[in-house]
């Protein structure tokens, strides 16, 4: 039962442009939602983050967008730079000790 | 300064056989876990451990058990090895009902 899902296995943006990533979720219960970054041979890494009671949250280049509603939460990452060519995860907590990963979506940037 | 890590980071083994990874997390956080990445890219928690509770997943045969002999370390055991357990193995760390979780590099567990 797969409760975050990307469906989205991999995107392909140019340098400069808009970076777009897609999560959506099935259980409305879910309190806190994470993207996390991955490179080759390495664990995640903690990007952003956005709490149920929010529905954009900002950090640099970085906007994570919720739509409870929806059950859809986006990555939106302006402008895209090669060092951003990674895989990216969306997860799912609900009170913090149950994560809910999706399988990952390969982002390529090309310079 | 490695925040979280693991040894080793591969492990080639035979079917049948008992293994253990190790993970270390030197950022003072109460609470650890382990996730399995399989073949599909799926990243599942199988467990979640902090001093007062430990909570596993049910769908984690009891083949796998977590060892901790202190906060900074959550040991991984898995008996009697089989072929499906060749998975990418993540250990990860946090304060206790924080959100956010540290990784380690995790570990490359295959089993011919």
């Known amino acids: 039962d797969q409760q975050v899902k990307q469906n989205s296995p991999s995107l392909s943006v140019q340098e400069g442009r808009i970076s777009i990533l897609n999560c959506d979720y099935t259980?409305?219960?879910?309190?806190?939602f994470l993207w996390y970054k991955k490179y080759p041979a390495e664990g995640p890494t903690f990007l952003i983050s956005i709490s149920s009671i929010k529905d954009k949250n900002e950090d640099g280049r970085f906007t994570v967008f919720l739509n409870k509603s929806a059950k859809h939460l986006s990555l939106h990452i302006v402008p895209s730079q090669p060092g951003d060519s990674a895989v990216y995860f969306c997860a799912a907590t609900l009170t913090g000790n149950q994560f809910y990963f999706g399988t990952g979506t390969s982002l390529t940037v090309i310079p | 300064d490695t925040a979280v890590s693991q040894t080793p980071k591969y492990l080639v083994t035979q079917m049948g056989n008992d293994k253990s990874i190790k993970c270390e997390q030197n950022l003072g956080h109460d609470t650890m876990y382990w996730y399995k990445q399989d073949s599909k890219k799926f990243l599942k928690i199988m467990f979640s451990?902090?001093?007062?509770?430990?909570?596993i997943n049910e769908t984690v045969p009891n083949r796998f058990s977590p060892k901790s002999p202190d906060k900074a370390h959550l040991n991984l055991h898995i008996n009697s090895l089989e072929l499906g357990d060749s998975a990418v193995y993540f250990c990860a760390s946090s304060r206790q009902g924080a959100e956010t979780q540290y990784f380690g590099p995790g570990t490359r567990l295959l089993v011919l």
């Open positions: 259980n409305s219960m879910f309190d806190y």
């Open positions: 451990y902090n001093n007062k509770e430990l909570i």
